[in-house]
């Protein structure tokens, strides 16, 4: 009995996923018009704001405006908005993608992570994540986009604009990693 | 029989209001559910009204609720972050005539205590934390369940 538990608690599950300072793994996927997208492709870029997000959560509807508007901000600064959608079903597909791409006339990429292989290397657990990435794609800044879904106005602390900040002023991330409740996404073996 | 008929037309109109109302609690009243020793093993399902998944699961612990009395259900509704107004909760538990206990985590700011319920929570939805509080052992499980499922993760808490 005694041997069971030190073996089942030898195979306790390793975490999935990158931590900050992890080298963030580049990427081929097909974006909205149809085009094929990698991080690579923008030669310009000091950094990457990667969020995974979908179409159908109330989250990610309630933080639509904010993606649009860190993009606004920060792509001209060289840290562009990259979303990506790896949700299977409920309103998710790809079709579903370029109607809400076209109808929120995204100026970013929306990209299908169609087999979930970014989404689970990248360690993505529910919508809309975050993953700031500086120019050697290192991972800075993990989870969510400030502190108050339900009220930008009301939010205090800006988690993702303060990370992006600090990595434009060579500063060090304040605060590398917040977590958010949100619907998981759903995964194709679930 | 007229009688029977208008008491029990009067009792079905009645029996939504009779449903339960879902009770607000801080996060320090589900910290205390989650470690007071209790002969019965706790489930926590952690679930919102806008969550499909979630919903689409809970059948499986009102099952648990009225079949296993060895253990204990909560729906902890983590509705708040969104809508703080508790009607959508208690309209919601009323149509689905809920009868497992049904709470609502009424707190903001999630990152400051997510880890304080499950430091391997990610926060998503839905989440199911299944504890024997006599022994201290978990089990966390962060994705939809099915058929089947509870009663083996109850059984691996259990020995």
Redesign the interface.
Known sequence: MMLVCVVMLAASPVKNGYEVGDKATDFKLKNVDGKIVSLADFKEAKGFIVIFDCN?C??SK?YNERIIDLNEKYAAKGFPVITINANDG?GDSYEDMVRIANKKKYKFPYLYDETQAIAKTYGA??TPHVFVLNRELKVSYI??ID????NAASASKKYVENAVDALLTGKSVPVTK??????????RD? | MRYLMLFTLFFFLMAPSLAQKAEQIKLKDLQLAINTSSERIQVFNFWATWCAPCVKEIPLFEKLNQENKTVEVTLVSMDFDLDPNPDKVNRFVARKNIQSKVVILAESDPNSWIDKIDKNWSGALPTTLIVNTKSGKRKLVQKELHEGDLEKLIAEVNN
Not at chain 1, 147 to 150: I, L, M, P, S
Not at chain 1, 178 to 187: D, E, M, P, Q, Y
Request: proline share 4%.
């Open positions: 159908t109330p989250y309630a409920y657990t529910n989870g969510a502190d108050n879904a339900r917040t977590k958010a409740v949100g619907c998981g996404i759903r995964w679930a």
